[in-house]
């Protein structure tokens, strides 16, 4: 079936520093591809996507590109801050009979330290 | 429209309860969807509805668990005689039908079996 494997985490880094969550995905027709943000105690919220090949999704200074070839979507961040601590999910959702479930990846924990 | 509403925040229960969730989508969503977080994993999909008709549900949905949207608007998750392992947190988010603009999640409700 169709899946989102993402890199374990936690990631940790000092702020300022590059970031990349690594995902990549299997599908059995052409999916629409995700990263949603989850803080603390809070639901999941939409950072960013991407619906065809070699299309970047961008927001907040995260960003990630729809490899098709490589079946992957990971995400960078140039420069994190503590702020930007908390658990980022990649997922993928495909018109499998008109279904657009989305499926998700297990999620990374990211901690920022000062 | 402040969003996708989900009551209660928490609720703890004693083994063998009943137990009802509501979510409150945002209006103009056909879509709702229903979901389940334990800790350390991905949001698992339970079940969804185009406006009031259930069209799909998860084989993780056993016969205790039973979902409505009577008039398409809010949606009620019941859990019948509940176990321990029943304990995590539900998600419900809500989108348009083909889910391109991505997902509105609500904040959860976390479900704690004694």
């Known amino acids: 079936g169709d899946s989102v494997t993402q890199m374990e985490g936690p990631v940790t880094l000092s702020e300022e520093a590059f970031l990349t969550i690594n995902c990549t995905y299997t599908a059995t027709g052409y999916p629409s591809l995700f990263w949603y943000v989850q803080y603390p105690g809070e639901g999941l919220q939409l950072l960013l996507k991407a619906t065809k090949a070699d299309d970047k999704g961008s927001n907040k200074g995260f960003e990630a590109t729809y490899r098709k070839e490589t079946t992957s979507f990971h995400l960078e961040k140039g420069s994190v801050q503590v702020s930007d601590s908390a658990v980022y999910f990649c997922?993928?959702?495909?018109?499998?009979?008109?279904?657009?479930?989305?499926?998700f990846g297990r999620g990374t924990s990211l901690i920022v330290h000062p | 429209d402040t969003g996708v509403s989900q009551d209660p925040r928490h609720k703890i229960t004693k083994r063998g309860q009943n137990v009802t969730f509501r979510c409150d989508p945002i209006s103009e969503h056909n879509r709702l969807y229903w979901y389940r977080q334990t800790l350390g994993q991905g949001p698992e999909f339970l079940t969804y509805f185009q406006n009031e008709a259930q069209l799909e549900k998860s084989r993780l949905l056993s016969d205790r668990f039973s979902a409505e949207r009577p008039k398409g608007s809010f949606s009620t998750l019941e859990i019948q005689r509940t176990e321990q392992g029943d304990s995590a947190m539900y998600l419900c988010a809500s989108s348009l039908t083909t889910g391109l603009n991505g997902y509105t999640f609500g904040s959860g409700t976390r479900l704690t079996v004694v």
């Open positions: 997922a993928l959702t495909l018109a499998s009979g008109g279904s657009y479930i989305p499926t």
